[in-house]
């Protein structure tokens, strides 16, 4: 068969996604539609900036799950190599495919004659698994503490301002590199991490409720029975691998049962997990501190404060809800830090497998030849590149419309 044309593969490539074109208009319909009644994602629409960032986001979180678990974009196994594939340029059509194969390398090879749109649409999987997860648990950790040390201040904002300037204080590459190397991986510190960091979504939600329905007991200890079973379970099942908890070869600690084990994480997506939630929640508790400093002075706190509301009702009913608007920027550029931080774990080639799909790890393996063979990197490259600029129009957006509320 002979090789596409450019024009072919452009066409070949954008069926290829139909499923991602037909959920994005669909989303952007239903959006548009309904957005008097969206609130501050409704009047993300008015945005032209906000808009496209939205859609660019949305393009890559969609071409994920849909390519990832479902396997409806996907044209080859991202791990496979195919005989004669290699460092072939895009459009190259197979030498024999079987029957039921694609028949081309749309976006042509890398040098190990693995498909590269195959893997990168497999990588925005992994993208969308680690990068918003880790990012929402960073924020849980930083608005857990940072509440508390900006609303009391004293000792408590001390300590806890010493401890995140302390992290602050690495290097962000060095701190990652000595937290996915094996050897540190082998002492089971990262599952230590692991225990501590996971437990603060859980911490959050109970407090949160508590503290909404104090005086309603009889809602509130059933409801609490629920939440704590529920996401204690989670818990649980996020912290514990193949039985464990932590396993190193001089001990064991026992997790969940395989048999109620809802799911098991792999080693190396564990640690670089942790590593960006480690990472990332000083930034978070400097910034949730700083606004609660803040909001802690406005009348509206003061009048909670005579009706006799308690501190804890106060930080998560009266001063979180709002500094929602720049705590929503933020987490929309964070996403994008963190998707950064993953392109330059796999690039260096921590943490996550040496065959791994994931964008930094396709980068570095395409780089090795780069003045012959362009395509293998410049693609995930640009996956990358249009993903993180689309988080960063969608948190414009998202500031020009909050500054208009």
């Not at 009391?152 to 010493?162: E, K, R």
């Not at 550029?333 to 396709?362: C, H, K, N, Q, V």
């Amino acid at each position: 068969m002979e090789p596409l044309s450019w024009g072919e593969i452009f066409v070949a490539v954008m069926v290829q996604l139909t499923p991602v074109w037909i959920a994005l208009v669909a989303i952007f319909a239903l959006s548009v539609t309904f957005k008097g009644r969206l609130g501050l994602y409704g009047k993300l629409f008015d945005s032209t900036i906000g808009m496209i960032g939205f859609g660019l986001v949305m393009f890559w979180v969609l071409a994920g799950v849909l390519g990832g678990p479902f396997d409806l974009i996907v044209t080859h196994d991202p791990l496979s190599q195919v005989s004669g594939m290699k460092n072939e340029p895009p459009g190259t059509a197979l030498r024999s495919p079987a029957e039921g194969d694609y028949p081309y390398f749309l976006l042509g090879g890398d040098n190990l004659a693995r498909d590269v749109f195959s893997r990168v649409i497999k990588g925005a999987w992994i993208v969308v698994q680690i990068a918003p997860l880790a990012t929402l648990f960073a924020f849980m950790v930083g608005i857990t503490l940072g509440l508390p040390a900006g609303y009391f201040g004293g000792a408590l904002d001390t300590g806890l301002s010493f401890l995140a300037n302390l992290i602050l204080a690495f290097p962000v590459i060095l701190l990652f590199y000595l937290l996915v190397t094996p050897e540190i991986v082998q002492t089971g510190i990262p599952n230590y991490m692991a225990l501590v960091l996971f437990a603060f979504p859980l911490v959050f939600v109970v407090v949160l409720l508590n503290a909404r329905y104090w005086t309603r007991k009889a809602v509130r200890t059933p409801l609490l029975a629920v939440v704590i079973l529920g996401l204690g379970w989670l818990y649980l099942s996020l912290v514990s691998t193949g039985g464990a908890v932590v396993a190193t070869p001089e001990y064991r600690i026992p997790g969940l049962p395989a048999a109620i084990d809802l799911f098991d994480i792999d080693p190396g997506i564990l640690v670089v997990f942790v590593s960006v939630v480690f990472v990332n929640a000083p930034t978070v508790f400097r910034i949730v501190r700083g606004l609660a400093m803040d909001i802690k002075t406005r009348d509206y706190v003061a009048a909670a404060q005579t009706r006799g509301e308690g501190p804890w009702y106060i930080m998560l009913w009266e001063i979180l809800p709002n500094a929602r608007g720049p705590l929503i920027v933020d987490f929309c550029l964070r996403i994008g830090y963190t998707t950064i931080l993953l392109g330059t774990l796999g690039f260096f080639g921590l943490g996550l497998a040496s065959e791994s799909p994931d964008w930094g790890t396709t980068i570095n393996s395409g780089r090795q030849l780069l003045r012959a063979y362009v395509h293998p990197a410049v693609v995930p490259a640009v996956a990358l590149l249009t993903l993180v600029l689309g988080l960063n129009l969608l948190a414009d957006g998202l500031r020009e419309e909050s500054l208009r509320d």
